[in-house]
């Protein structure tokens, strides 16, 4: 099996999650995304030699260094740090999401004209059925094996870790990233309205980013994709 989608397994039995839920949350997107006028395919996902990937972690406040590089490159947003973006000017190619970020923000990125991936997991559902068919141009994720071809399955977990896999997928060579912590640390651009600025993770926060950060390994090792964090360039 493709390590980087066989490792939900060992996610699920390490935050105990059912497969039978992500299933059931994969059909009704499927539903969703049935009825919905503007429903992409991976094709259709804009990629360059390099991508951009922003993460909602602590190092997000390094963005303002890289405004230039943001206007001229593609980049995709991790959910939240699409706020982050927009609140500099900069509308994302993609938002990579489970819809569990700031609403309005996810709207008006849409409204923008990003493209908008939405991730179906086991206890998300209420979120699709609310944002799904107010969303613009759309395409679907799962992480089991896709019941429709209206879904895909890239791989990965976190929204940060999934939107490398994709772009690494899709034929970057090298993703930068920004914003992909994988401390103790989180922001409110990754948890809206449980803090402000930086604070420290809860526990499966605390677990989640450490998968996130064994799938970025694995994506290096398995697709032979370059990715470098933006920290470290410096």
């Not at 009704?28 to 991508?51: G, I, K, N, T």
């Not at 699709?128 to 890239?154: S, Y």
């Amino acid at each position: 099996m493709d390590p980087l989608k066989g490792i939900i397994e060992e996610i699920r039995a390490d935050l105990g999650y059912k497969e039978s839920e992500d299933l059931l949350a994969a059909s009704f997107l499927c539903e969703l995304l049935h009825d919905h006028p503007h429903v992409l395919r991976p094709e259709d996902l804009p990629v360059e030699e390099e991508v951009i990937v922003v993460g909602a972690g602590p190092s997000i406040v390094e963005l303002p260094e890289i405004v230039e590089e943001l206007e001229d490159s593609v980049v995709y947003a991790a959910d939240g740090a699409c706020k982050a973006l927009l609140e500099l000017g900069i509308v994302p190619d993609v938002v990579v999401t489970d819809l569990d970020g700031p609403k309005e923000y996810l709207l008006m990125s849409s409204e923008c004209g990003s493209i908008t991936v939405v991730h179906a997991h086991g206890d998300n559902m209420t979120q699709m059925a609310e944002l799904v068919p107010t969303l613009g141009r759309i395409l679907g994720t799962c992480q089991v094996e896709p019941p429709c071809d209206l879904l895909h399955n890239f791989g990965g977990f976190t929204d940060g870790d999934r939107a490398v896999v994709m772009a690494a997928r899709l034929g970057a060579e090298r993703v930068l990233t920004v914003g992909m912590d994988f401390g103790d640390l989180t922001t409110e651009y990754s948890r809206p309205g449980e803090g402000e600025g930086v604070f420290r993770a809860d526990p499966v926060k605390r677990k989640k980013l450490a998968w996130g950060e064994r799938v970025l390994k694995l994506v290096a090792r398995e697709l032979g994709v370059e990715v470098e964090s933006h920290t470290a360039r410096r």
